[in-house]
């Protein structure tokens, strides 16, 4: 059974980091492009960062450019995201997706979800 299981968030200071994990298990993954999305409380499902399933593009909202990185260790069925400057507005559960073979940015694009994990950035 495929399965997306996230690690990594928790509770950490503007200006901090957080490195989130999302480990592929039930398949192997290295066809799918990977990436993340958040939701915080109240609002909708926002794309944060992909990468094709090649490695070899990644993609980024504008609003983590330059301090979020996406990457992915394809051997381990794994795919990171380091998040550097957090900001309180960084808050939100974040969520890993994938999708065969194509890239993705919006959430109705996704064929596999994770569970979540809560991100909390205080000011």
């Not at 694009?109 to 205080?122: A, F, L, M, R």
């Amino acid at each position: 059974q495929e399965q997306l299981v996230e690690s990594g968030g928790g509770l950490v200071q503007a200006g901090g980091s957080l490195r989130l994990s999302c480990a592929a298990s039930g398949r192997t993954f290295s066809s799918a492009s990977m990436g993340w999305f958040r939701q915080a409380p109240g609002k909708e499902r926002e794309f944060v960062a992909a990468l094709r399933w090649s490695g070899r593009l990644t993609y980024y909202a504008d609003s983590v450019k330059g301090r979020f990185t996406i990457s992915r260790d394809n051997a381990k069925n794994t795919v990171y995201l380091q998040m550097n400057s957090l900001k309180p507005e960084d808050t939100a559960v974040y969520f890993c997706a994938a999708r065969l073979r194509l890239d993705f940015s919006a959430p109705d694009e996704i064929d596999y979800w994770g569970q979540g994990t809560q991100v909390t950035v205080s000011s």
